[in-house]
Nanobody
Framework: QVQLVESGGGLVQTGGSLRLSCAASGGTFSSSTMAWFRQAPGKEREFVAGISWNGVISYANSVKGRFTISRDNVKNTVYLQMNSLKPEDTAVYYC??????????????????WGQGTQVTVSS
């Protein structure tokens, strides 16, 4: 049984930083595509960043240059380092796990497992 547990969310001021972690259990983490999505109140869930089994990385345009995704296949954990945070980054952030692919899908339907979400709030 695959489980994803996010941590690291919180309240931060504009310009601050947070590091999200997602610990995975079950299945084969090293061959999975891992991604972060977010959902703000009243908005649809959107892709933030993703990393394939072989290190291919993709970012949403809105976070390029500010966020960094990485993975540790020994710890079965994926990270999202978020710098220069803005109020519009406020959302619930979800970790997602999908099948092994050559590219990183940006559509939520391609991911099979989801964490419970962690709240990120950026104050102005």
């Amino acid at each position: 049984q695959v489980q994803l547990v996010e941590s690291g969310g919180g309240l931060v001021q504009t310009g601050g930083s947070l590091r999200l972690s997602c610990a995975a259990s079950g299945g084969t983490f090293s061959s999975s595509t891992m991604a972060w999505f977010r959902q703000a109140p009243g908005k649809e869930r959107e892709f933030v960043a993703g990393i394939s089994w072989n290190g291919v990385i993709s970012y949403a345009n809105s976070v390029k240059g500010r966020f960094t995704i990485s993975r540790d296949n020994v710890k079965n954990t994926v990270y999202l380092q978020m710098n220069s945070l803005k109020p519009e980054d406020t959302a619930v952030y979800y970790c997602a796990r999908g099948a092994r692919r050559g590219l990183v899908p940006t559509v939520a339907a391609y991911y099979d497992y989801w964490g419970q979400g962690t709240q990120v709030t950026v104050s102005s």
